[in-house]
């Protein structure tokens, strides 16, 4: 995967890409990751990139030409690759819009800053806007850092461990199950005793229904959308029953 980030901060980025697993794909070439400072493409004297809005009101916006200048130098006009604008008013990203992603060969990431960009980057420029959540960033490149994130981890061959994306929260539609590790007894809390049991049938029963409980309790959202089997629909309903009873 080829990323060009368009960006006022590129040295924001710089730290998180070179630790742990961003650092391992680039340095093994499954990442590439390209950053691309928007002032450098500013032509006048004070390289200045944004403007007061027409019509009034506060803060500034970012002028539309350095923007393009930026971006179809990089990628040729069009664009030889989706451009995304990180927005709050773009589609929520998920895992599901990670998966997408991950399909293609270059993206370029456009990081907004100040009030936001000139209408007419999004209308002719970009061709996908991406929010991270319901709230409002300093500017996008902290969302851009968390596409970049969650879709190199999906790169084949990227994580250690193959099936590693397949048994991710959400991956399945349902958060992850439990972890544990050594010490067996801490502070006298126990390793469920399955876990240790070496029965790999009972730790797989064990982990779904886990996963399925601690989705029910804390995102019943989720489960409307997540494949379930009958004995998933099965428990749900157990667990419902006794929510009703405990509830009197
Ligand atoms: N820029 C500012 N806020 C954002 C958000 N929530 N998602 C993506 N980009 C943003």
Redesign the pocket.
């Known amino acids: 995967m080829h990323f060009d980030i368009f960006t006022l901060f590129p040295e924001v980025f710089t730290p998180y890409i070179a630790v742990s697993i961003i650092a391992r794909a680039r340095e093994r070439g499954l990442a590439e990751i390209h950053l691309h400072n928007i002032r450098d493409w500013a032509t006048d004297r004070h390289h200045v990139v944004d403007d007061e809005p027409y019509g009034g009101g506060g803060g500034m916006v970012m002028k539309p030409e350095p923007v393009f200048a930026a971006v179809e130098s990089v990628l040729g006009s069009p664009p030889r690759a989706p451009v995304i604008l ?3 008013q ?1 589609r929520l990203f998920t895992q599901a819009v990670a998966r997408e992603l991950a399909a293609f060969p270059r993206l370029a990431l456009l990081c ?1 800053r100040y009030e936001g960009v000139d209408e007419r980057v999004r209308q002719h420029l970009v061709t996908d806007e ?11 490149e902290l ?1 851009a850092l968390v596409v970049l994130d969650a879709v190199t981890r999906l790169l084949p061959g990227v994580l250690g461990d193959p099936d590693a994306p397949a048994k991710d929260s959400h991956a399945n539609g349902l958060l992850e199950h439990p972890h544990y590790t050594r010490p067996p007894v801490f502070r006298g809390w126990e390793v469920p005793e399955v876990l240790r049991s070496g029965d790999h049938a009972r730790i797989a029963r064990w982990r779904h229904e886990q996963s399925l409980r601690r989705t029910w309790e804390r995102r019943p959202d989720l489960l409307a959308r997540a494949p379930l089997s009958e004995e998933d629909h099965a428990l749900i309903a157990r667990w419902e029953a006794e929510r009703r009873a405990d509830r009197g």
């Not at 991406?130 to 996008?140: A, E």
């Open positions: 990180l927005t709050p773009g907004g991406i929010s991270i959540g319901d709230y409002v960033l300093t500017g996008g969302a």
